[in-house]
């Protein structure tokens, strides 16, 4: 056993370089190696990769990797070739391949020197590369991005439902790998039906990222906020950077402003044509750019270690997609700067962004937002809501390094509206979402609320003082507390915990922090802004003078032209 261990470190030093392993990689290598069916799950920059690419390596025969997109294909065989003497250890194959490229690829399989090949899933669907692949040696399958899978996660690929079809018809004695930096519960249980893993060992390391710094700031104006945006790239220069937003007219408008402002800047979204997408990939990663302006188009599996700040100019769609964009800032380690501009009026463009889903899909999208808005608005310690997201606790008070943390709001104690609230819960049977909750609390009578016998309640309109955006923080505090939970399952509904009920029973004091900075900001979305930014983009004249202004000091700076 201690042979076998120390020269599994030695294959890490000596294919990679690297001095020890990460995390649970050790134990991850040894399950695969032993050919058992594993599943990984580990936050992003966590080192998914090496956990395949290692036993890849050591095998005999080549392993199958299946990743969804072919930007990352490339992305990754590039990195695997940089680390091997050998261009042919690694290849793609996918519809991007001429028919040469196609032949000198089996060749090098044939042969037995390509250790690892990324297909499509697409790629899988072809008979005759089936064909190809049961003659082949292969050592195992690796389905990478697994929760592409599942229709609960943030990147749902039909094509992946087909996997196992497909490897079944390969071998269906094959060890498969899933991974993914998925954790919630139901997606993981989707990724193990249906790739049918066979008692998989299952590694889920911690999705803390203490080298993260999580911030929000209230977003006014839009000019202010773009202001606030230069200053903090001027004052992080050289370094890399991704700023999200949230549609492409948008991307475009940023980065030609930090152009204009003397910053290397390109955007990157789903409408621009392969070509250019790949084009300005490559830019980033060798940093002939500071800065990519993207919509969430970009980035899943982009290894670029260094990125120093991930900035969001809207808050996004979920905290499981927060989570996966700021991820892939500091994947070193080291320092990553992670800031989210948040005001009501983003949250209004995301509700109506869905106003044409089906009803389901609406109040499914309706419940992740309502998350994001509760993480921003929080007075709470960031890390410790994203790691309640997933199901993590987190052991300290304060973790140093979020806004909250750092400049913590002052705290007041709850105990008594605690009580009003699990009081109400417990009177409403547990039938209710926290909307309703808290119109009893505040004693407001609509028809709705009349027809549930609201007079008998004794907590109806105990809580009048206050607003309801104070009862609305209050439930989410609470929330985090472990007091009571929200059913997702059935929609939303409240329900008390064990220790909501141990507080009932005999309640201790409670003092939290509670943000009100956001309500004025509410105020401040004027109308005026709202009409002129559409203006713009409906002025034929304004967008080809921005885009004419684009290109001069494109050419004035000697940046590429786009
Ligand atoms: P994931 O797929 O989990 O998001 P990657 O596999 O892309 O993460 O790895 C993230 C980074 O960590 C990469 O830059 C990789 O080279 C690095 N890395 C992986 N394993 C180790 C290790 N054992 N020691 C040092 N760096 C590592
Ligand atoms: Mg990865």
Redo the contacts with the bound molecule.
């Keep these: 056993m201690a042979v076998a261990k120390v020269s599994l470190l030695d294959a890490?030093q000596e294919h990679?370089g690297?001095?020890?392993?990460?995390g649970n990689?050790e134990k991850i290598i040894n399950s695969i190696l032993a050919k058992k069916d594993t599943f990984v799950i580990?936050?992003?920059?966590?080192?998914?990769?090496?956990c395949y690419q290692l036993p890849a390596l050591m095998n005999p025969g080549c392993a199958l990797i299946v990743s969804p997109l072919i930007a990352l294909m490339k992305n990754q065989v590039d990195l695997v070739r940089s680390y091997s003497s050998k261009d042919n250890v690694a290849h793609f194959l996918n519809s991007t391949l001429t028919k040469a490229q196609i032949k000198k690829v089996r060749t090098d399989l044939l042969s037995g020197k390509t250790k690892m090949l990324y297909v499509a899933p697409e790629t899988l669907t072809k008979q005759e590369n089936i064909d190809f692949f049961k003659d082949l040696e292969i050592s195992f399958i690796a389905v990478?991005e697994a929760h592409c899978i599942s229709e609960w996660g943030h990147d749902f690929r039909p094509e992946y439902r087909r996997l196992k079809e497909m490897i079944d018809q390969i071998n269906p004695d094959l060890p498969i790998i899933a991974?993914t930096?998925t954790a919630t519960p139901k997606v993981q249980s989707d990724i193990v039906k249906n790739l049918e893993l066979r008692m998989p060992e299952v590694f889920i390391s911690s999705f803390n990222r203490p080298n993260l710094y999580y911030e929000i700031r209230p977003k006014r104006k839009k000019e202010q906020t773009i202001k606030e945006i230069v200053k903090f790239i001027h004052s992080h220069k050289g370094k890399s950077g991704i700023i999200y937003t949230l549609n492409r007219k948008t991307t475009e408008e940023l980065a030609d402003m930090l152009v204009a402002n003397g910053i290397k800047a390109v955007a990157y979204h789903a409408g621009l044509d392969a070509t250019t997408r790949a084009q300005r990939q490559d830019m980033f990663l060798h940093e002939e750019v500071e800065v990519i302006v993207a919509t969430i188009a970009f980035g899943m599996?982009i290894?670029k270690?260094d990125v120093r700040f991930v900035i969001h100019f809207n808050i996004p769609k979920s905290l499981e997609n927060y989570y996966q964009e700021t991820g892939r800032a500091g994947?070193?380690g080291l320092e990553g700067i992670c800031v989210c501009f948040y005001s009501h009026k983003d949250v209004q463009k995301l509700e109506h962004l869905m106003r044409d889903k089906p009803l389901s899909e609406r109040e499914m999208g309706a419940q992740l937002i309502n998350e994001t808005v509760a993480y921003a608005e929080s007075a709470v310690c960031r890390r410790k809501v994203i790691l309640h997201y997933f199901g993590e606790g987190l052991e300290k008070e304060n973790c140093g390094n979020c806004d909250n943390c750092r400049n913590p709001k002052e705290k007041i104690e709850v105990k008594n509206r605690v009580v009003i609230v699990l009081k109400a819960i417990k009177e409403l049977e547990e039938r209710f979402g926290s909307e309703y909750v808290v119109n009893i609390i505040m004693g407001v009578i609509n028809p709705q609320i009349t027809t549930f016998k609201h007079d008998k309640l004794s907590v109806f309109g105990e809580g009048k003082e206050f607003d309801a955006h104070f009862w609305n923080s209050l439930i989410r505090q609470m929330m985090l507390e472990d007091l009571i939970e929200k059913d997702i399952e059935e929609y939303g509904l409240l329900k008390i915990k064990e220790k909501g009920h141990a507080f009932l029973k005999k309640p201790y004091s409670l003092m939290v922090a509670l943000n009100h900075q956001f309500e004025e900001e509410a105020a401040e979305d004027d109308a005026e802004e709202i009409a002129a930014e559409a203006q713009i983009s409906a002025d034929p004249v304004l967008f080809e003078m921005l885009k004419e202004l684009r290109k001069k000091v494109a050419k004035e700076k000697n940046l590429p032209p786009f």
Excluded: I
């Design positions: 890490l990679f690297f001095e020890a392993f990460k990689q580990m936050p992003t920059g966590g080192g998914k990769s090496l990478d991974l930096a599996g290894d270690p994947r070193d």
